[in-house]
């Protein structure tokens, strides 16, 4: 797995592992795999996977059974805070980008309107 340079690798993690709770991949309340076995599966050193963890502990994103392993919150509302933050961040740094670009917020709005008509004319589903 790549990481960033300037990003302490359990940030990255951090994030990572947002990432699968608010998409589903990880599923309320299933029980994750071992510091160890994360580790691996992440290419980091154990110490480094066991702060990320108990940073998202910390944030009540996992939660601990007593020798029974780690846990993804059942919170809807949480994971839902968290979806939601997670998209505004996005947003944030979209517009910020356009924004070095020259396009006004009224000239991203339009963008954005054409490039949702257009995905959802080529998506049957109706989903971006």
Known sequence: MEFQSNIPI???LMDMMKLQIVSGKLQPGEKLKSVRDLAMEYGVNPNTMQKALAELEGDHLLYTMRTAGR????DAALIGKLREE???ERIDHFFVELGRFGFSKEEIKQLLERYMEERIEDDSTGTV
């Open 71 to 74: 846990y993804v919150t059942e």
């Open 10 to 12: 359990y940030l990255q």
């Open 86 to 88: 997670l998209a505004a």
